[in-house]
């Protein structure tokens, strides 16, 4: 009998993934016209992915750059 993975620990990770923090942004008629030709260009469906990727891949490059230090 092959070796599964646990159920109970697929149903925590799945739980861990849920997007429960609602942020909203606003952007001006350019900034929203550079999206909108952003998606256009380069047939983006869902803004909030881009949004999303977006901000993390610059926070987490952010973090990288800027390690915490001792003192």
């Keep these: 009998m092959p070796v599964g993975i ?3 620990y ?4 799945k739980a ?4 429960r923090h609602r ?5 001006n008629d350019s ?6 030709r952003y998606c ?6 869902t803004k909030a992915v881009l949004y999303r ?12 750059d800027n390690p915490p230090t001792l003192f």
């Design 31 to 36: 900034e929203m016209a550079a999206i909108d």
């Design 53 to 64: 990727e977006a901000i993390m891949e610059k926070v987490l490059s952010e973090l990288d």
């Design 40 to 45: 256009d260009k380069f047939r983006v469906g």
């Design 6 to 8: 646990d159920p109970e």
């Design 10 to 13: 697929l149903k925590k990770q």
């Design 23 to 27: 942020q909203v942004i606003y952007l």
């Design 16 to 19: 861990a993934l849920v997007r």
